[in-house]
Every structure is written in structure tokens, then in C-alpha cells.
């Protein structure tokens, strides 16, 4: 009894190192986030980027812990903390911080595009509003506790659940695809399209911008590796496929993109955002092709974005996002097929139907909530403040203070 109480001991310890050490590298992923946006950005704004992310994290913590965790998977941390351990040595507290690390992903995505005109508070309240309501709903329905209804019904129409093993949809496109009214509803920032004219405005900070990708990168093997959730459950297959997703990604905006570094740095995350749905069931040649065809998406994506439909998303977060996420849940169901050389498991027709789900909801969440905000409290920043940039006229500070001294 006391050996067989080791062992169980010995597991749950294991599994709690496990996930725990996932969630720390996720984690990491949010000052990947920061750099990007601060590399992206004009220096008037960089401060804004880091005080932006740190406080979406911080916020979305508690709201997820509060309200959006339970939400998702029925489990409540409001108890005493024997409970809470409930004899798994802390399993579902670590799984929680392993979680929270997705859902705050939300509010991290939607503030690249939204950068250098949005007023800090309402983005705030959105991105808790996200994290504790809209995303943990989505989640419950695909990951959670009441994910038999709609994967239900997913099986009934397309003969298969909908696959998503590590969040192409359930995080990036729903993360995307709410990014897409913010940007809609505050509109171009100051001189971006003057008289049917584009006038791109150039990025700040090219070795910023890499540092966010590269540190975005290495924190993607534990966002996908550790989505196993238990130790006995890795598979090097998911850590692999990532890799060839990612370098796909590289080498097709390399051609697509004219050696153009931001679209060399972001081909990688194109890469992995399209592999995690299924990272789990592909052949690596196949996750090479989907983290390729992702590449080229944003490559394209983003100039059609930015030039003909004149939507001015400073980090191009929905097709990187929004559209790419989409793919990947897609993609699953296409490089899934055993006759592809993958697991099976999946059919087209779900990851079609579970990835159009999620668009729609995305988009009905993003108008509904961003136009609330914008007719009361306000989503923009004012002409002025805008000029002067949102660091001064939020923070009081500039990034470089030595430079307004004397």
C-alpha cells in the first residue's frame, strides 16, 4: 500500500513539474509579445506596448482564476486550500496557470493591433471581459466541461470531434478575429491613408521585433509540447512538428517576402500558429507545408489587409491570428488523413465547421463588446494625444527620458 502510495505520489509530482514548467514557458511568450509590438511600434509608443501586456497579464489572472476557470472546466479555487490541493498535490492549480497562460494570450494578440491610438483603461476592461467570459466560453465548448454540446454536434454533421490540440482556433483565431472590430471600430492611425494615398509607417526597432519572434518561438514548444497535460502523454511527434512548422514558415516568407525581416520573424510564428490545432496527428513533411502555406498567408494577407482594404492593424494580428489559426484548424482536417500520412481521427468537414464557429463567435463577441466601449467611455485617444504619443500621454514617461532632458 505505502509502494503503490509512492507511485501515485511520485505521478501526480510528475505531472504537476510537467505542467508547470509548460506553463512557465508560455508565460515567457508574453514578453515575446511585448517585443513584437515595442520592435513594431513608433518609440512614442513603446513604453504603452510593455505597461499594455503586463497589465492585460495581470488583469486577465484574476479574472480568469475568479470567474473564466471555472467557467471553462467547473473547477472553483474559492474552498480551503486542502481542498484545493485535493489530493493531486496542486495538479488543478497548475493546470489553471498552464490555462491562463492561453487566455491571456486574448488581450496580448488584440493589443498588436490596436497599438499607438487606443486609450489604455477600456482595453483593460475588454481584455478582462475576454478572459473571464468570452474566450473561457469558446473554451468550455471545444476543451471544457461542456465541450459534448457543441462537439456533439460537430460529430453528428462532420462524423468526427472538432481537433484542436493546442489552440490554432480556441486561442489564435479567436484572439484575431476579435482583434478584427477593435481595429474596424477605432479606425487608421493619423496619416496612415491620407487622400486614398497608403503612407506606411515604418517599424521602430528591427532587433526588438526579432527578440519577440525568437523568444515567441522557443516558448511555443512548451505552449504545444506541454498541451499533453501529463507526462506519460508527450509526444515527440507534437515537439517535431512544431519545429518543421516554424522553420516552413522561415523559408516561404524568405522567398514570398523578399528577404523582408518582419516577414521573415513573423513566417515563424505564422509556422507555429498553424501547427498547434495539429501538431499531434500530422506527418512533420505535412506540418512543414501547413507552417509554409500559413507563411504565405500572412505575406499576402497582410499587404491585401493593408493596401486594399485599408485596414490599418499595426501588427497585421488577424491574418496572423485571426485568418492563420483558421487555417491551422483547417489544415488539420485536411494533413490529418491517414492517407496523408497522418493519425486520423478528424474529417474536413468539423475542422470547417469548428473553425467557422469560432470566426463567428469571435466577431459577434469583438462588435458587441469594442462597440459598447467606443459609445460610452470612449476607444481612442484624442488628436493630441495621439501626436504625442500614448507613452506621454499615458505614462507621463517616454522610453528614452534622456532624450527630452535639457
Not at 509608443?45 to 475568479?66: C, E, G, M, R
Not at 474552498?79 to 494570450?105: K, R, S, T
Not at 515563424?268 to 507545408?289: E, K, N, Q, T
Not at 489587409?305 to 483547417?330: A, C, F, M, T
Amino acid at each position: 500500500m505505502d509502494a503503490m502510495s509512492t507511485v501515485t505520489s511520485l505521478k501526480n509530482s510528475s505531472d504537476v513539474l510537467f505542467l508547470m514548467l509548460g506553463a512557465v514557458m508560455v508565460f515567457a511568450m508574453h514578453a515575446g509579445f511585448a517585443f513584437l509590438e515595442v520592435g513594431t511600434v513608433r518609440k512614442k509608443n513603446q513604453v504603452n506596448a510593455f505597461v499594455k501586456i503586463l497589465t492585460d497579464w495581470s488583469v486577465s489572472t484574476i479574472a480568469y482564476f475568479l470567474v473564466g476557470f471555472p467557467i471553462a472546466y467547473g473547477i472553483s479555487f474559492l474552498m480551503p486550500v486542502e481542498q484545493i490541493l485535493g489530493g493531486n498535490q496542486g495538479y488543478d492549480l497548475v493546470h489553471y496557470f498552464f490555462l491562463l497562460c492561453f487566455a491571456a494570450c486574448i488581450p496580448a494578440i488584440i493589443s498588436g493591433g490596436i497599438a499607438e491610438r487606443a486609450k489604455f483603461w477600456p482595453q483593460v476592461i475588454a481584455g478582462a471581459f475576454f478572459a473571464a467570459l468570452s474566450y473561457p466560453l469558446f473554451e468550455s465548448l471545444i476543451w471544457g466541461k461542456n465541450a459534448s454540446l457543441l462537439q456533439g454536434l460537430f460529430k453528428s454533421i462532420g462524423g468526427a470531434e472538432f481537433h484542436d490540440y493546442a489552440g490554432s482556433v480556441v486561442v489564435h483565431s479567436i484572439g484575431g478575429w476579435l482583434a478584427l472590430p477593435a481595429v474596424l471600430i477605432l479606425g487608421p492611425r493619423a496619416g496612415r491613408y491620407v487622400r486614398s494615398k497608403s503612407h506606411p509607417i515604418p517599424i521602430s526597432n528591427i532587433p526588438f521585433l526579432a527578440l519577440g519572434s525568437w523568444i515567441l518561438a522557443v516558448g511555443w514548444f512548451g505552449f504545444n509540447v506541454m498541451s499533453a497535460g501529463h507526462l506519460d502523454k508527450i509526444s515527440g511527434l507534437v515537439a517535431v512538428n512544431s519545429l518543421l512548422a516554424m522553420v516552413g514558415g522561415v523559408l516561404f516568407a524568405l522567398v514570398a517576402g523578399r528577404n523582408d525581416p518582419g516577414f521573415v520573424h513573423n513566417g515563424a510564428l505564422a509556422g507555429l500558429i498553424a501547427v498547434c490545432a495539429g501538431s499531434d496527428i500530422m506527418h512533420p513533411l505535412a506540418a512543414f507545408l501547413t507552417g509554409g502555406i500559413a507563411s504565405l498567408i500572412f505575406v499576402y494577407g497582410f499587404h491585401i489587409e493593408q493596401e486594399k482594404l485599408r485596414i490599418d492593424d499595426v501588427l497585421g494580428v488577424w491574418p496572423l491570428h485571426g485568418i492563420i489559426g483558421s487555417w491551422g484548424g483547417i489544415a488539420a482536417g485536411i494533413f490529418g488523413y491517414q492517407e496523408l500520412g497522418g493519425l486520423g481521427g478528424v474529417t474536413f468537414l468539423s475542422q470547417l465547421l469548428g473553425s467557422a464557429a469560432a470566426i463567428v463567435f469571435a466577431l459577434a463577441n469583438g462588435f458587441i463588446v469594442y462597440g459598447i466601449l467606443a459609445k460610452t467611455v470612449g476607444i481612442r485617444l484624442s488628436d493630441e494625444q495621439e501626436f504625442a504619443g500614448a507613452d506621454l500621454a499615458i505614462h507621463n514617461i517616454g522610453a528614452y527620458p534622456e532624450e527630452h532632458v535639457g
